[in-house]
């Protein structure tokens, strides 16, 4: 630790250089976990007092059809959209390295969606998917005469949570397709050759070769896949906004509207820190699975 | 001969095809159905993927009819804001962390660490209570303030790791030639992180571009909403009337990304999987 410090600084001057931020942070992010905390706690709709009520609000949450439908309709939103990114993303990585022209274009053009807003995405796929006017994929369906299946898609109750999953799915597999792709190009070609030298196949090299070799990454991504599904948002939010019904509510959009439309704070800030708590729980038990797998594989 | 080709030549290139396909095909349906006169338009989708004509109307009805030039203010007025302040707050800090090492300088990365799992929906709020307390909700400090609290964890990991890089003998140099603490940092290891202040610049204008929770809850006026507000209110007031300008205000919303990452694409690219892949 001493022999890192640079010569002669005082350790006020450290303080000073971190304390800005330091505050920064804490008034936004930390102090506010508390406070919505203390929030769900009790009752309040911003208008009468604030009225404790204890653990009321987590044990309205067991009872609540909505929530239960929308922490269900959560875990195939993240399952789901964490499979097909990290299977999407390494597809489109492995298929990437295998051509020999064009890969940095190509690199490119697939990281498209990935800097495009939430917002746009959602607007574009409405679009896409409306019935009234038709959209393209009707328009398509019905030129390929698949036409008994057109339908405004979107007001499909059996469809739309697939439909947002997928959408924000889509927008996201392509940062896993970068976090592969330079893992993947990063091996050591040596060992790569030695192996094709042995008579091992392209199938044998991917999965007995380089996917082992870039596991630690795999590992790292699985749990950022998982944890930004668990924040999913914007999509549904734009796109369906949890409906129609609960068909696609998730735990975000339903505390969102529980918050800001009924201006129900104490349930709505019990939602939240149970968000909180799922998102570090789950990344904490993806972790130590990974953990366990590294000391007995 | 063509049957000879191996599996494992086509494949791929198979695969490349379609998912370039997959990843362009939005883009190039809204900027091609957006330069398509209204008639075409009502004709139906089938035509929509190659315009047969250059109409530029629908640009015209979009900035008419909305404040879309003001969003476009609006979302460039707050990336400037939030980027500035994210990188005077996390620079020094990160150096501090990384460099001066004073004790419980560890302790402090780990905290601000803590803050990559936490969802910002727990603080939205807590955020609202406070703005209005402070009567800044329905300024552009609204969303500034809490965009940089969120940024700062990402911003100082970056620049943590690259500090890590300069060797400690020439920030000592320096102190030794008798500058002091704020002179070494501001005159050497400031411009030396030039780099990975641009990573941290392109990485925050993408996400706070784009930002849609934020601008969505604490600015209510129509004065200050970004693009993605705008753009959302637009298509629900709008989308039902005139398609032409819905795609056109679509189109407007995504270029300055899309022309940002045509420049720097691969240091997009890199930063954005740099500021994911944090261990």
């Not at chain 1, 129609?244 to 509510?249: A, L, V």
């Not at chain 2, 700062?152 to 008798?178: C, H, K, M, Q, W």
């Amino acid at each position: 630790m001493r022999k890192n410090q640079l010569l002669g600084t005082p350790s006020w001057a450290g303080w000073l250089f971190v304390a800005p931020a330091l505050i920064m942070f804490t008034a936004v992010v930390i102090i506010p976990i508390a406070w919505s905390f203390y929030l769900s706690l009790g009752a309040w709709n911003g208008l009468s007092k604030w009225r404790f009520t204890g653990g009321v609000n987590y044990l309205n949450m067991l009872d609540d059809t909505v929530f239960r439908q929308a922490l269900v309709n959560n875990v195939f939103f993240s399952l789901v959209g964490s499979l097909i990114q990290l299977v999407i993303g390494m597809t489109m990585a492995v298929s990437l390295i295998s051509i020999a022209k064009f890969r940095n274009i190509v690199r490119v053009a697939y990281f498209l969606p990935a800097v495009i807003s939430s917002v746009a995405i959602s607007q574009i796929f409405v679009q896409l998917l409306s019935a009234d006017p038709e959209g393209f994929i009707n328009g398509m369906l019905r030129s390929m005469g698949l036409g008994e299946n057109t339908q405004p898609f979107l007001s499909n109750t059996s469809l739309t949570l697939l439909i947002v999953t997928t959408v924000d799915a889509y927008k996201f597999c392509a940062i896993y397709m970068a976090i592969f792709y330079s893992a993947l190009v990063s091996l050591d070609q040596d060992v790569l050759a030695a192996a094709e030298m042995d008579g091992a196949n392209r199938l044998q090299q991917l999965f007995l070769i380089r996917l082992p070799l870039i596991w630690a990454t795999i590992a790292a991504s699985v749990v950022l896949v998982v944890s930004g599904t668990l924040r999913g948002f914007d999509i549904p939010f734009v796109m369906t906004g949890g409906g129609p019904g609960t068909s696609s509510e998730l735990v975000s959009t339903y505390m969102y509207k529980t918050l800001f439309r009924q201006s129900n704070f104490g349930y709505g800030s019990a939602i939240a820190i149970f968000l909180v708590i799922e998102c570090l729980l789950i990344v904490a038990i993806i972790r130590k699975a990974f953990s366990a797998t590294e000391k007995t594989g | 001969m063509l049957a000879r080709l191996k599996l494992a030549t086509w494949l791929p290139i198979l695969l490349v095809i379609i998912f370039l396909i997959i990843q362009v095909f939005p883009i190039v349906w809204v900027v091609s159905a957006s330069l398509q006169t209204p008639e075409a338009l009502a004709r139906g989708p089938s035509n929509r993927l190659i315009p047969d004509s250059l109409y530029f109307g629908n640009y015209v009805r979009a900035f008419e009819t909305s404040p879309l030039l003001h969003y476009l203010l609006n979302s460039t007025i707050i990336a400037v804001l939030t980027i500035g302040l994210t990188i005077l707050l996390a620079a020094p800090a990160a150096y501090a962390i990384e460099k001066l090492r004073f004790g419980g300088s560890r302790v402090v990365l780990n905290y601000f660490l803590l803050g990559l799992m936490i969802p910002v929906f727990v603080a939205l709020l807590p955020i609202f209570q406070s703005l209005g307390f402070l009567g800044i909700r329905n300024s552009y400090w609204a969303v500034v303030l809490p965009q940089v609290g969120f940024q700062l964890p990402v911003a100082i990991y970056l620049y943590t790791s690259f500090f890590r890089g300069i060797p400690n003998e020439l920030l000592e140099a320096a102190s030794i030639d008798g500058a002091g603490v704020f002179r070494t940092f501001w005159s050497v290891a400031v411009p030396l992180s030039i780099n990975a202040t641009i990573t941290i610049v392109v990485y925050n204008f993408i996400f706070i571009w784009n930002e849609f929770v934020f601008a969505n809850t604490f600015l209510t006026s129509d004065a200050l909403k970004t693009l993605p507000v705008g753009l959302n209110d637009f298509v629900s007031d709008m989308g039902r009337r005139d398609y032409g300008a819905t795609y056109a205000a679509i189109v407007v919303s995504v270029l300055p990304t899309i022309a940002l990452y045509l420049f720097l694409n691969r240091r997009i690219i890199d930063s954005m999987t740099a500021g994911a892949v944090r261990g």
